[in-house]
């Protein structure tokens, strides 16, 4: 069973099924103009995948995103300047995680020079501004061509290759293992139309977050007082999965909280690295 799945459908009735049967991360949308309102992710079902102890991934494809014609570095600012606000107010995303920004056709090279690679400027203009929002990571889903295109100029951190193989460049790119998801065949799980993805064991950071905590931490210093150890977990509850074991006395960097759980950053960069149950933590000396 795939452990992540793209979907253009609403997934909030089928999540307990979904985590049965595997699924440790659903990709969900952002879009500024869509002919189907269903498509985009709102709040409420952000933190219903978070409550099932699943994660979130975020891909922007707008009303023409099939098409040369949603593709210019003015769509590319402003789809990500809404991207980038969307994802902060109403899904709460962290800051370093990812949004995707999805090419889906087969564009040609002229296109890709003419019209892809000036949409993804306008991205990083509109995810550079000084404006009090996180900063957030760039993804390309597109064909082999196109992820490599981005890459290669330095305007995508992250591919996600089509599963179209006949598109341009697929099997070159895929053979690369420079995607960090994989695009396949689309099935039905848990009643629910969706595409399963590989992902990367050689990249296995694809940017997929737990929403509802868009703060980073805070930074106060605080210490692991729990003598068997403190459980770092991927989200706020008990049904994440366990990253590692924090051993008594490590130091941490406890920021946003909830329901008794804090988010923590371990490696001391600024970003979080999971979180652990508050009461197990007492302010560093």
């Not at 290669?152 to 951190?157: D, I, Q, S, Y």
Request: charged share 20%.
């Amino acid at each position: 069973m795939p452990a992540v799945v793209d979907t253009s459908n609403v997934t909030t009735a089928r999540l307990s099924c979904l985590r049965g049967a595997g699924v440790r991360t659903v990709i969900r949308y952002y879009a500024r103009d869509t002919r189907n309102p269903a498509k985009v992710v709102r709040g409420p079902e952000a933190r219903a995948i978070a409550s099932a102890g699943m994660k979130l991934g975020a891909v922007h494809e707008g009303r023409l995103g099939d098409r040369i014609a949603g593709f210019s570095e003015e769509l590319g600012f402003a789809d990500a300047r809404h991207s980038r606000t969307y994802a902060f107010n109403e899904i709460q995303q962290p800051a370093t995680t990812a949004i995707y920004f999805g090419v889906d056709f087969d564009a040609s090279t002229a296109q890709v020079n003419n019209n892809i690679i000036p949409y993804f400027r306008g991205v990083g203009r509109a995810f550079a501004e000084t404006n009090g929002l996180p900063t957030y990571r760039v993804g390309v889903y597109g064909s082999g061509r196109v992820c490599r295109a981005l890459l290669t100029a330095g305007l995508a951190e992250l591919a996600w290759l089509a599963q179209s193989t006949g598109w341009a460049g697929h099997a070159a790119f895929l053979n690369s293992r420079d995607w960090v998801l994989n695009q396949l065949m689309p099935q039905t799980l848990c009643s629910l139309d969706c595409d399963p993805d590989e992902t990367n064991p050689q990249r296995p950071d694809f940017g997929d977050f737990v929403p509802g905590f868009g703060a980073q931490p805070s930074g106060d210093a605080m210490v692991v007082n729990a003598s068997s150890g403190l459980r770092l977990r991927a989200g706020p509850g008990t049904q994440f999965d366990v990253i590692r074991v924090l051993p008594l006395g490590t130091r941490v960097m406890a920021g946003v909280r909830s329901d008794g759980w804090v988010m923590v950053d371990v490696n001391g960069d600024g970003t979080s690295d999971g979180f652990v149950f508050a009461a197990f933590l007492t302010p560093a000396a």
